[in-house]
């Protein structure tokens, strides 16, 4: 499989702005690569709230992931400010495809970009639940 270049951030409508944190830094003193996959899960839960999609408390629909990945492209470590942008790589009946482009400070090129996937499942009984009709206007409006 090829490897993808680092996407640009023309490529995105919608960015949530992160900062790192000093525990962030690993002993190679940059950012430890766990800390992107949990950035990407930061980024998208934060806007599925605001947006009133998913609700912490008492909501009937939760996401489980059951895909990732991730490429690197350039180090970051703190204190760099990061814009995650997101879009919608695709979306299912039950599933949503988040990718997700981080950048560092203000470059244009992304130090590293990935994805989630996401099956949206009843809370209780954890079986795939069609998404509802809402979710779906809003998510239509950022796929790629």
Known sequence: MARPSPLSRDEFALFRPLQTRWADNDFYGHMNNVVHYAL?????????????????????TIGLVVETGCSYFAEMAFPDKVAAGIRIGHLGTSSVRYEIALFRNDEERAAAQGHF????????????????????????????
């Open 40 to 60: 990407f899960d930061t980024a998208i839960n934060g806007w599925l709230i605001e947006q009133e999609l998913l609700r912490l408390e008492g909501g009937d």
């Open 117 to 144: 996937v996401h099956v949206y499942v009843d809370a209780k009984s954890r079986r795939p639940k069609e998404l509802p009709v809402e979710w779906r206007r809003v998510l239509e409006d950022y796929m790629r």
